[in-house]
């Protein structure tokens, strides 16, 4: 069985960088293929794909965001990471990792989400 399950901090500062990491296992990260992606969803915004990485290691990213995030992984740990600079209180969301054959839809397995708070 896969699962997915996000960790990272729960309140970060205005113009700090948020990470956060999800944990994968029942499978592997490059396994073919899958795309792995982060996204969040807030009042004001909904669900909002934010970004991901492939199989092989390439990434995309929301024109929107382009600028603030990256995405890395850690194969050994079977883990990938979101990083996302400049931090507004618009930031404040749900941030979940998800699996998928699909980087935009259709995700076969979601985590079971973080609540991120961007507050002083």
């Known amino acids: 069985q896969v699962q997915l399950v996000e960790s990272g901090p729960g309140l970060v500062e205005p113009s700090q960088t948020l990470s956060l990491t999800c944990t994968v296992s029942?499978?592997?990260?490059?396994?073919?293929?899958?795309?792995w992606s982060w996204i969040r969803q807030s009042p004001r915004k909904g669900l909002e794909w934010m970004g991901g990485?492939?199989?092989?290691?390439?990434?995309y990213f929301s024109p929107d965001l382009k600028s603030r995030t990256s995405i890395s992984r850690d194969r050994p740990k079977n883990q990938f990471t979101l990083q996302l600079t400049a931090v507004t209180p618009e930031d404040t969301a749900v941030y979940y990792c998800?699996?998928?054959?699909?980087?935009?839809?259709?995700?076969?397995?979601w985590g079971q989400g973080t609540q991120v708070t961007v507050s002083s």
């Open positions: 990485i492939t199989y092989s290691g390439n990434t």
């Open positions: 998800v699996r998928g054959p699909a980087l935009y839809k259709d995700y076969t397995t």
């Open positions: 029942g499978t592997s990260v490059t396994d073919g293929y899958w795309y």
